[in-house]
């Protein structure tokens, strides 16, 4: 693979993150509020991940662009988009009528959100393996 594929995806992400996490930073009521309609966690529990899960988007987020801590930003990164798949897909199938909550004006929860979701996965797992150093990955077969 061209070694500039990953990096174009891990600073797109990257970026997004960023941009995402700091306009939920910027308005965690509104956030808190898409968090509570997913009707699964309480409006207490809401405000606190609706405090501190933009922190960590937009922190793996500067790891991605700046290439530090790469492994961890991609791996938090990976793992955000697989649950944020998983709550809306849920959210889907129960016919809530909720906002995706990814940005301020994303819409509503639907499947094409779970496939981006999914596909922000798979660019994660390419960024990932493009980042392992080659100490540590297997040798080879003889």
């Known amino acids: 693979m061209k ?8 600073i797109a992400i990257g970026l997004l993150f960023i941009i995402a996490g700091g306009e939920k930073l910027a308005n965690p009521l509104a956030f808190a509020g898409n968090i509570t309609d997913y009707d699964v966690l309480s409006p207490q529990m809401s405000m606190i991940v ?33 649950f944020f798949a998983v709550m809306v897909g849920v959210a889907v199938v129960r016919g809530l009528s909720v906002d995706c909550g990814c940005f301020s004006e994303s819409g509503k929860a639907s499947v094409t959100h779970v496939l981006f979701n999914l596909a922000l996965c ?21």
């Open 50 to 82: 609706a405090r501190y899960l933009p922190v960590l988007e937009v922190l793996a987020g500067l790891s991605m662009v700046a290439n530090y801590f790469i492994l961890g930003g991609t791996a938090l990164i990976g793992a955000l988009n697989a």
């Open 3 to 10: 070694r500039w594929i990953p990096a174009i995806l891990r």
């Open 122 to 142: 798979a660019a994660c797992v390419v960024i990932f393996r493009s980042s392992v150093p080659p100490a540590l990955t297997a040798p080879e077969p003889a």
